[in-house]
């Protein structure tokens, strides 16, 4: 089981070309530059994650795109454990969907 926010092994698309794979690498690393100095600066006093995800070209889109990542091995997570669970363990979880809905 992949821990939450781990990225998993296929969480990115896997591009057919090294050209590709060496472009996306720099674009990772890039984002990843931006906010370590961002989290580096001795003079912020609190980290300002809407700030980040504004002034960091492309890190928006890359957090959603992990976001919903995120949420479909969540929700394969639930699927696969359902079968282990009992009738009313079931029944309690359905109650649960029912009031959030």
Partial sequence: MTPRNVPAKNDLEVKDTPASQESEAAKLNRL??????YLSDDEQEEIDIEYLLENTEG????????RELDRKRVEEEIKNSLTDLS???LENIREQIRTKA
Wanted: hydrophobic share 45%; proline share 0%; net charge negative.
């Fill in 32 to 37: 990843l530059g931006a906010v370590m100095r």
């Fill in 59 to 66: 890190l928006r889109d890359w957090w959603s795109e992990y």
């Fill in 87 to 89: 009738l009313e363990e």
